[in-house]
């Protein structure tokens, strides 16, 4: 059998209990088509980028599956029917990861980097920004020469005082 990470996106209007009983039931149709569902993380509700069906919030929760691709073809089939679940994806992996996923995990234990000022710039130096710190070159000027850089300006015609 194949392994499979699918993450679903279901309504906001929707409560954590309804949530349940969908990845329950979701459940039961990977088991009755001789699949195993493994880990399953509920990351709560969060905000869309974007709307989608009317929604600018959706409940997202990651299922590790176990199953046949006849047993997640049929649950997709009834994501895809469900007005509940608004997105749906499933990747299929390798192996499954250990511990909690990215999403679980806290910030401290995701930066591990550290934040921008911690990076090392290399042999490129200090950021300099623009010609402020720049001392090769004299202030701008504009109405240094006669008529700019597009020549002398003629009246307008048809404007008070431009046309004689």
């Known amino acids: 059998m194949a392994l499979y990470e699918h993450v ?3 309504r906001q209007d929707l409560s954590q209990q309804q949530v349940d009983a969908l990845v329950e039931h979701y459940k039961d149709v990977v088991s009755s088509h001789g699949g195993s569902v493994g880990r ?6 969060k905000s869309l980028t974007y709307r989608v069906k009317k929604n600018r919030k959706a409940y ?3 299922m590790d599956l176990d199953c046949p691709p006849a047993a997640l073809n049929e649950m997709e089939r009834q994501m895809g029917l469900s007005e509940d679940v608004l997105r749906f994806l ?9 511990g909690a996923s990215a999403m679980m995990q806290k910030r401290e234990e995701r930066s591990d980097r550290g934040g921008f000022g911690d990076r090392d710039r290399g042999d490129r130096g200090p950021r300099s920004f623009g010609d402020r710190d720049r001392g090769d070159r004299g202030p701008r000027s504009f109405g240094d020469r006669e008529g700019g850089d ?4 003629r ?3 048809g404007v008070e005082g431009g046309a004689e």
């Open 150 to 153: 597009r020549g002398p300006r």
């Open 40 to 45: 399953v993380e509920n990351w709560g509700l």
């Open 90 to 98: 499933t990747v299929k992996v390798d192996k499954h990861e250990e």
């Open 155 to 157: 009246p307008r015609e």
């Open 8 to 10: 679903f996106l279901a």
């Open 60 to 62: 997202y929760t990651l």
